[in-house]
């Protein structure tokens, strides 16, 4: 474990204590926070701080995707009342990929529809071969258990998003303008820089329901997956892995 | 460039336990018999007594076995049938949206539900019914909708009784949030928190229906273990929300309903079993 390790978790158990102050426990997990993305007081500020995002205008015919986050709900039922169709993955990714067309969404369930449980309802599943024909993603929206003042994000600690961006990445799938953003409360905003590892994605954006922050940095490599990485982890039993394996594809370029 | 994964093979008492546990799962359901020695499993299996000491160790910790000192190792009646169940159901289980298809978790919805649900709702119990019980489990989300939009009172625990009881009045909720309310993600934002210090103002319930992991034919109420179920009972019957004579329905899949007389320890004893197929009032169990 290193030093970096250390700092990490000491950040995420001393936010966990301040977040259960605001945070709204799950379904399932009640508050155990190693286990989902908090929904929290004010997400629905941070909705239309996203909603109010120069990316989101801007993005033509690029697509979003949405992470199965608690605090993204509010998010995800303002793009299905305003008939923006979107790309989640499902929890711990392990259905892969679901994808939304607000025209299956009856009038008024909007909010049922953005919830894990409404959205299992309406959106169907997409294999990684059928996303790879579309077009790339403009726009990515994480939560997190916190973020730091240099775009370090730190989830649950198994690290899905990270994992999900690199294989859209290997499927050609983010683009260099993608924009990455991470919505989080203002108690899970670290005003510090942290050491990024080298599968961590750094975001672009971190909103909060009081802020919209730029975060500065060089630019973003391009992602891939950590092959190495793989064995023995949750990600190696995945079907989208194994998909992802047998898929004919140009293999990603070596720098 | 794409590295396929090294294998790790399975450390010998581990194939020695999964060989054990489809051994014991491939036993009729009302075989009572311990285990076979230590000294037979090593013929059987050619492996030390370490090995298959630590195998029987992990079948114990994990509940499928009993070690009892002096006379034996014996079957859990309750986790065999668990287990033989939730084989059968993954066949028509449908994902939880946190727990995909890992069947300790939860208990699934399945396919052909809605004829077990319509059991239900033509029972003159239910039509007549004001508030209702109905668990937190996939397989009655859709019965909990039902009962919200005929306007009935809902009493359901959260998931786990984390968070204690929500009480939902269906005439109080408007018809577009119906369907939200009716899962365990809205549940909460509709209903009302009933903790033990607020039950007694509940009504009493008029129909109390579950799901199960396994039910038998002569009522046996077998849940995932956790025993919620029962501590949900003993909390309202304590404060007389629920008591012998409310009707107490499981509905479940045709392959989850148990006709062997096994010994099981029941959460709750079942009136009737409501399956996509039948309608099974059951025997009282014999003890």
């Given at each position: ?9 000491l950040y ?7 977040l ?12 155990d926070f ?21 990316a ?29 169709p979107?790309v ?8 892969g990929f ?9 009038a ?6 953005a ?6 309802r ?39 998003f ?25 108690c ?16 672009d954006?971190?909103v909060t ?7 500065e ?7 891939r ?10 990600f ?17 370029p070596?720098? | ?19 054990l ?12 018999s311990?285990?076979p ?22 079948l ?10 002096g ?8 986790e065999?049938?668990r287990?033989?169940?939730?084989e059968r ?42 508030t ?36 939902l ?21 509709f ?29 046996r ?15 309202l ?10 009707p ?18 029941p959460?709750?004893?079942v ?9 099974i ?5 014999t003890?």
């Amino acid at each position: 474990v290193s030093a970096a390790d250390d700092l990490t978790e000491l950040y995420r158990e001393r936010i966990w204590r301040e977040l259960q102050q605001v945070a709204r426990p799950d379904s399932r997990f009640h508050w155990d926070f190693s286990r989902f993305i908090a929904d929290f007081e004010g997400s629905d500020l941070c909705a239309q701080r996203v909603l109010a995002l120069a990316a989101l205008r801007d993005l033509g015919d690029s697509r979003i995707f949405v992470t199965p986050d608690n605090c993204l709900e509010p998010l995800r039922a303002e793009l299905i009342r305003r008939g923006q169709p979107f790309v989640m993955s499902t929890y711990g990714i392990v259905r892969g990929f679901l994808a939304l067309d607000p025209a299956d969404v009856p009038a008024g369930e909007a909010r049922y529809a953005a919830t894990l449980d409404g959205f299992d309802r309406y959106a169907r599943p997409v294999l990684l071969a059928e996303l790879a024909r579309g077009r790339p993603f403009g726009l990515l929206v994480t939560g997190g258990s916190a973020v730091s003042r240099n775009g370090v994000r730190f989830g649950k600690g198994h690290g899905y998003f990270d994992f999900e961006f690199a294989v859209l990445s290997e499927l050609g799938l983010v683009t260099d303008t993608a924009v990455v953003v991470d919505v989080v409360h203002d108690c899970q905003y670290v005003d510090d820089d942290l050491a990024a590892e080298a599968h961590d994605v750094p975001v672009d954006l971190v909103v909060t329901p009081t802020r919209t922050l730029r975060v500065e940095g060089p630019p973003r490599a391009p992602g891939r997956v950590h092959w190495e990485l793989l064995p023995g982890t949750e990600f190696d039993d995945l079907e989208i892995v194994a998909e992802l394996r047998s898929l004919d594809r140009p293999s990603t370029p070596t720098i | 460039v794409l590295v396929p994964p090294p294998s790790y093979p399975a450390p010998l008492y581990d194939r020695v336990r999964r060989e054990l546990e489809r051994t014991i799962l491939a036993l009729p359901l009302v075989d009572a018999s311990p285990i076979p020695p230590e000294p037979k499993l090593m013929e059987q299996f050619g492996v030390s007594r370490g090995t298959v000491r630590r195998a029987i160790a992990e079948l114990a910790d994990d509940g499928l076995l009993r070690v009892e000192q002096g006379r034996g190792t014996y079957v859990n009646h309750d986790e065999r049938i668990r287990r033989v169940v939730r084989e059968r159901l993954a066949a028509v289980a449908l994902p939880d949206s946190r727990f995909d298809l890992d069947l300790k978790q939860f208990v699934p919805d399945f396919a052909g539900r809605a004829a077990a649900e319509a059991r239900v709702t033509e029972l003159p119990a239910w039509r007549d019914a004001r508030t209702v019980f109905l668990a937190p489990d996939n397989s009655l989300e859709q019965l909990r909708l039902q009962a919200l939009e005929a306007g009935k009172k809902l009493l359901v625990p959260t998931y786990g009784m984390r968070r204690d009881f929500v009480l939902l009045d269906g005439a109080g909720i408007a018809a577009n949030d119906r369907p939200l309310a009716a899962t365990l993600d809205g549940m909460e934002r509709f209903g009302r928190r009933i903790d033990a210090t607020t039950v007694a103002s509940v009504d009493r319930v008029d129909v109390f229906a579950t799901g199960a992991t396994a039910v038998t034919t002569d009522g046996r109420h077998i849940g995932s273990g956790w025993r919620f179920l029962a501590l949900e009972w003993f909390l309202l019957e304590q404060e007389g929300i629920v008591d012998d004579a409310v009707p107490v329905v499981a509905v479940v899949h045709d392959c989850q309903v148990i006709d062997e007389p096994v010994q099981a320890d029941p959460d709750c004893i079942v009136d009737l079993i409501a399956t996509p197929t039948r309608l099974i009032p059951c025997s009282p169990p014999t003890p």
